[in-house]
C-alpha cells in the first residue's frame, strides 16, 4: 500500500526552474529519510538527493549541487525538490525513493529541458 505519486513536471526552457512534489502514503513518512533520482534515455538511474527523516541533513549529487534544492513536509507527507537554473542535460524522468522494508518508488515525472 506504500504509494509515491510525482507531480510538477514539464517543458521548461534552458535557465529556467521547476518544483517536482512526491505525494507520500502507506507508510509513516516522517520516519524515513527520502530520495529524489531521475533517469535520461540511454542511462542509467542517477541518485540526485537525499533528506533525512526530520530534513535537518540533506546532500546532493555533483551534477545538481547549487542548482537543485530537496525539502520536506512531514505534516502533509511531501516530498519536495526545486530545480532551478536547468540545463539540457537535466532532461530526465524524475522519480522519488524510499526504503523501507522494500525499495518503492513513484511513477515518475517527465522534466524537458529545451528551447
Known amino acids: 500500500q506504500v504509494q509515491l505519486v510525482e507531480s510538477g513536471g514539464g517543458l521548461v526552457q534552458p535557465g529556467g526552474s521547476l518544483r517536482l512534489s512526491c505525494a507520500a502514503s502507506g507508510f509513516t513518512f516522517p520516519l524515513y529519510s527520502m530520495e529524489w533520482h531521475r533517469q535520461a534515455p540511454g542511462k542509467e538511474r542517477e541518485l540526485l538527493a537525499h533528506?533525512?527523516?526530520?530534513?535537518?541533513?540533506?546532500n546532493y549529487a555533483d551534477s545538481v549541487k547549487g542548482r537543485f534544492t530537496i525539502s520536506r513536509d512531514n505534516a502533509r507527507n511531501i516530498l519536495y525538490l526545486q530545480m532551478n537554473s536547468l540545463e539540457s542535460d537535466d532532461t530526465a524522468v524524475y522519480y522519488c525513493h524510499v526504503d523501507t522494508t522494500h525499495n518503492y518508488w513513484g511513477q515518475g515525472t517527465q522534466v524537458t529541458v529545451s528551447s
Open positions: 533528506i533525512t527523516s526530520t530534513g535537518d541533513y540533506t
